[in-house]
């Protein structure tokens, strides 16, 4: 399928804008045709791509959100979510994760490098919409509490190895998006104080749901 970027739409400036990224073309397009009512979709087939397709869209327009495969030939993921979270123009894009591997410490490691949201292969497209509506919805405020709940919960089922290695190595640090750190350090204190979480994450989702679609 070509990549080139195509015209914008009055129409397509108001709806939000999804870029994709996966090395398989199947899955591609089966979200792509999933989503095109709603959303404005873009697509890349590695992670080079996807950097190639964003410095061709801060011409125009950012993604409002990322959809990206942990798995791909050449650089994975992981490693283009930490080189988007370290450029100031993409660092507060939305990213969220497919992978294969979802145990503890795959999670945390995701976290900690600035994933807002991780879906386990194989998902159902019902799951990745409602994830992609979080995103582009939420609040800066909710996300940062998004970003702690799933931060706090990731610690909490990780084990003691990981927990040592975020804690003491802190290699997590300057990597998260631009305020989001103390989400971070607010999750590893209630952790460390063995306190709650203290705040009710349905509530969050719900408000973020009953937004407009139209982007802002």
Known sequence: MENEPEATSSGDERRFHVLLVDDNQDLLDAVRFALFDDYVIETANSAEDALERIEQLTQRRLPDCMVIDV????????QLVRILRGDPATAQIPLIILSAYVQG??????????????LAKPF?????????????????????????????WAL??????????????????????????????????????DKPLGFDIDSLIAAAKARP???Q
Not at 71 to 78: E, R, S
Not at 105 to 118: F, I, K, P, T, W
Not at 124 to 152: D, G, K, S, V
């Open 71 to 78: 798995k791909m030939p050449g650089l994975n993921g992981v």
């Open 105 to 118: 410490e795959d999670v945390l490691r995701g976290q900690l490098a600035g994933v807002d949201h991780y």
């Open 124 to 152: 159902n497209l019902e799951t990745l919409i409602e994830a992609i509506q979080r995103a582009t919805r939420m609040t800066p405020e909710e996300r940062a509490q998004w970003f702690e709940h799933n931060t706090y």
């Open 156 to 193: 909490c089922s990780t084990d003691q190895y990981v927990w040592l290695y975020s804690e003491r190595m802190n290699w997590w640090k300057d990597q998260t998006p631009p305020g989001l750190e103390a989400a971070v350090l607010r999750a590893r204190q209630k952790i460390r104080d």
């Open 213 to 215: 679609q139209s982007a």
